[in-house]
């Protein structure tokens, strides 16, 4: 019943035991179309249950803060147009080489948080507004994992495993 154009922060917290007494799929995705069609600027979803982001997701030009945290893989199948997007902090998430989608979808992207995800390769080279990396691999098993950053960018480690980084 909320009417208003627009809204600032949405969280969104789902547990098992609710995702698994409820139509997951169906309450998720009704919720985050509620969240986008209020041109939502800051997002975040913490997520205890599995979850597939639908393709809608993946677009959203008002979006500047994204924060996930959830045991799902962000491997979008679609385009991504997250043209506002400056924040993006991911947690115990599996990405894969989609994640370059992700990446080239963001062009306003400016930081960038990587904690306990799996990914074996990411490249920023095309993320020239990047300017700050967070990666801690602390909760993930040992992996290799190559960055190809860009020239302006800082990047911190904290509990680093195995990296390589190309320049």
């Not at 809204?7 to 698994?20: A, C, G, K």
């Not at 040992?142 to 495993?161: A, N």
Request: with cysteine; glycine share 2%; aromatic share 12%.
């Amino acid at each position: 019943s909320y009417t208003a154009p627009k809204m600032m922060r949405f969280h969104l917290y789902v547990d098992r035991e609710t995702s698994e007494a409820s139509e997951r799929s169906h309450h998720g995705d009704t919720l985050i179309k509620f969240a986008i069609s209020h041109n939502m600027e800051k997002l975040s979803f913490v997520l205890n249950a599995y979850y597939v982001f639908p393709d809608f997701f993946f677009s959203n030009s008002s979006l500047k803060q994204l924060i996930v945290d959830s045991w799902n893989y962000i491997r979008p199948k679609c385009t991504v147009s997250w043209t506002s997007l400056q924040n993006l902090s991911l947690r115990n998430s599996s990405l894969g080489d989609s994640f370059t989608k992700v990446l080239s979808g963001s062009p306003m992207l400016e930081s960038l948080t990587l904690q306990s995800c799996l990914l074996s390769c990411l490249d920023l080279s095309e993320s020239p507004r990047l300017r700050r990396l967070d990666i801690d691999f602390k909760n993930s098993s040992p992996i290799k994992c190559h960055i190809v950053p860009h020239e302006h960018l800082t990047i911190f480690f904290f509990h680093l495993l195995v990296i390589y980084c190309q320049i």
